[in-house]
Structures are given as C-alpha cells and as structure tokens.
C-alpha cells in the first residue's frame, strides 16, 4: 500500500506563492509517476501538474503553466509544488496522487493512490 501525505497548503493574496509538498511512504514501484490535482467547491477534480519519477518528464495543465513548477526529492522520495503568482481562480483543495507507470497521465481516474488533501486559498 502506497501512502500520500500532504502538507503546505493555507491562506495567501493574489499573486503571492505557496509550497506544496508530498510524502511518499509504503510500496515502491519500479516506475512510478505523481501528479497534482485541485478540486473547487461544485467542480470537478481537475489535473494541475505530474512527474514521471524514471524520466523526469513533467507536464502541466495550461492554466498553470508558467507559475507553477513540480519539483522531486529522490533521497526523500517526495515531491514539491511551488506555486507562483496565485490568482483567486487557484483557490481549491488540492491533492496529491499516484499511480503504477512511467508516463505522466493526466487523467484523474489513472491514479490509484490519493492523499487527504490540502486546502489552498487565495484572496483578491
């Protein structure tokens, strides 16, 4: 079993920056990938940013590209989420998550392990 813990989220204004970062402990896999995803209030989860952990390939979604960036600690086998120039629209829970296989999916339903989450607020 694969266990995901978040930590970093709170309260910040607009345009201003926060750091996500995420614990893996538990099962390894040979290959493995870890992504972010954020839901609001009354939308669905959406995907924000995945690392493959083998290729170092990174994708983001387009409304993040730019301000944030995902970053890996091999040694602690942890990932960080700096996110920069934050906007109200940025203001959701957000998640980490993990999934068996080296590409970088950025569908929700790809990833079978999930952290509790973290609440992320941005004020205008």
């Known amino acids: 079993q694969v266990q995901l813990v978040e930590s970093g989220g709170g309260l910040v204004q607009a345009g201003g920056s926060l750091r996500l970062s995420c614990a893996t402990s538990?099962?390894?896999?040979?290959?493995?990938?870890m992504g972010w995803f954020r839901q609001a209030p009354g939308k669905e989860r959406e995907f924000v940013t995945a690392?493959?952990?083998?290729?170092?390939?990174?994708v983001y979604a387009d409304a993040v590209r730019g301000r944030f960036t995902l970053s890996r600690d091999n040694a602690k086998n942890t990932v960080h989420l700096q996110m920069d120039i934050l906007k109200p629209d940025d203001s959701a829970v957000y998640y980490c998550?993990?999934?068996?296989?080296?590409?970088?999916?950025?569908?929700?339903?790809?990833?079978?392990?999930w952290g509790q989450g973290t609440q992320v607020t941005v004020s205008s």
């Open positions: 690392i493959s952990w083998s290729t170092g390939t990174t």
């Open positions: 538990g099962r390894t896999f040979s290959s493995y990938t």
């Open positions: 998550a993990a999934r068996d296989g080296r590409l970088a999916k950025t569908g929700a339903g790809e990833y079978a392990y």
